[in-house]
């Protein structure tokens, strides 16, 4: 069992996961909306969230990823919560 934290402006919250999960589904679970417009498809980058724990327990980025996040100019540490997948302990926050 591994821990999902988030944060935004308005909200923290944490998911506690069994498996392999994308970041924006546990942030849901976690009673934490992160923005995402175009339905988690890795298409408008609206889900950035910049990962402060835990980074080498998500997925590394894929092709339609590391685009969006290079239109978006994301700084390290940057990704998109449609696309990392998390397989242990993670702590983000939108932007």
Known sequence: ?????????KKEGRAE?????ALL???TSAGVELTHR????ARC????V???RGAEF????LASESRVLKVL?????????CQAWAKGDVSCSQG
């Open 45 to 48: 980058g609206t889900c950035l």
């Open 73 to 81: 100019k994301a700084q390290p540490g940057q990704r998109l919560a």
């Open 17 to 21: 996961c069994e498996r392999e999960v």
């Open 58 to 61: 998500l997925s590394e980025p």
């Open 38 to 41: 175009c339905g988690g498809h």
């Open 25 to 27: 589904a546990a942030s």
């Open 1 to 9: 069992m591994f821990t999902l934290s988030f944060k935004t402006s």
């Open 50 to 52: 910049t990962v402060y």
